[in-house]
């Protein structure tokens, strides 16, 4: 039955289309030109003509009595507008199936022939339309690719690190009262800032910041001016950062601050033995187990990182095997998405990404090249897939939304909710379907196992979106604001 229809409106289209003609603009873009004949066009006008003349009310003349003369004129847009509606989408339909084109989207319509459409009925109707095609893509070697697994070996120095990292989470701090404060200790602070040079510009207010004298991360000027000092001191200061400051708000920028000190206070570390090991938890009945335990975690992520550089060179090497063009409504998409990642890197670093100076142009064009690379592996994960007959069960997807829904602290019946709304359901399907594909590649490559050379093997994943480019481009620093000092800049332990 439906292909009987098919072919019926085939047969109508071509009683209608004198020509019609396929342009490869490229290999993922058409364009289509289309003439409908004359007859057709009257046709149609005449039809939309006696439907008007029933209903249409005239002046002069009773209901459904208006000659076509009078109905053709009074309504000529409107009639001239429903024949191409009638005709044109039906024509670009028929083309589309004719030529059996794997169409990406909407149509871009473009009627040509003005006299055509101001005397209709007279001369053919001209129309080229510009469509979004799938690439047709032929897969190559996707088993057996070539690739190195190294893992960073753990060295003593690097258990002995963790252990400090430990141990500096277990200190305590011990109030000051016997002296002023010096290099080592901890002064909790108050801080009013004005910048120097933008008298307009939001003041930094914020409380509670523990500033370490002498820390690596500390400005100079911090430990400099608040060395000596005790608890309800006032200082009033000047720090200039420098151009390269981790906070894009205070990169290059003076402030003057007005520092009350609240607290003084000494950290004071455990001591590096069984005792404290067992502190950290039963299993630790010694320094040794904990050290042994150190030792076993960093060696497990040291093999995760390199099974995710492993799978990453060998989707790498997959795309670089297949240099297909990309649709590019596919690769805006993918931007807009590694631009929403950058976007929300930047508020978690206490960055407003609304600031006016912010280039944002130029991180989207940087971004554009990772997307389509994103996209091409994903389209070839998909042709993969399709290939092995890989499929997604509804268990897999439930144990999918179930994972999400323990990570963002909600129910799975929320998540599925939230995804039902945005079509989300089969999203998560189709990137399960992918996954399985590229495991299935990485299953089947032949690895070898090379010795660790540092930064040899330090590439970003092929398969996500690099946000590294686009901060760089992101030109000229943000504006502080009182969200950003509050992020960045007054945490002066970690920051100045």
Known sequence: MQRRRREQKLQTLEEKVLKTEIVDVSETRKEIKIEIEADAVRAAMERVSARYAKLANVPGFRRGNAPQSVIRTRFKDEIRSEVLRELVPEAIDGAITENALDVIGEPEVHLDNTEGLEKLGEQPISVHVHVEVWPQIKLGEYRGLEAARRVRPVADEDVEHMLEGL????????????????????????????????????????????????????????????????????????????????????????????????????????????????????????????????????????????????????????VDAHPFEVPQTFVEQQTNQNLEMVVRDLR????????????????????????????????????????????????????????????????????????????????????????KALELIVENARVTDEEWQEGASEELEATEPSTDDGEEALGQPASADESEAKGQSASTESES
């Open 167 to 318: 141990r500096e989470q277990s200190a305590a701090l011990q109030p000051v009262e016997d002296r002023p404060s010096q290099l080592g200790d901890i002064v909790t602070v108050d801080f009013n800032g004005k910048f120097v040079n933008e008298p307009e510009a939001e003041e930094i207010n914020v409380e509670d910041v523990d500033v370490a004298l002498g820390g690596e991360n500390v400005q100079p000027e911090f430990t400099e001016n608040l060395i000596g000092v005790r608890p309800d001191d006032e200082k009033t200061f000047t720090v200039k950062y420098p151009e390269d400051f981790t906070s894009k708000g205070l990169a290059g920028k003076e402030v003057l601050y007005t520092a009350r000190v609240t607290a003084v206070r000494i950290k004071t570390l455990p001591e590096l033995d069984d005792e404290w090991a067992n502190s950290l938890g039963e299993e630790f009945n010694s320094l040794s187990a904990l050290r042994e335990r150190v030792r076993e975690d960093l060696g497990e992520r040291a093999q995760h990182e390199a099974k995710r550089r492993l799978t990453s060179e060998v989707m790498r090497k997959l």
């Open 348 to 435: 978690n670093r206490g960055i407003d990404p609304r600031t006016p100076e912010l280039n944002w142009e130029g991180v989207r064009e940087s971004l554009k090249e990772q997307s389509a690379r994103d996209v091409r592996g994903s389209i070839l994960l998909d042709r993969i897939a399709e290939a092995e007959k890989i499929e997604v069960t509804d268990e897999e997807v439930a144990a999918e939304i179930a994972e999400y829904a323990q990570a963002t602290r909600q129910t799975p019946e929320q998540v599925r909710a939230a995804l039902t709304k945005q079509g989300g359901e089969r999203s998560i399907a189709e990137r399960l379907r992918n996954r």
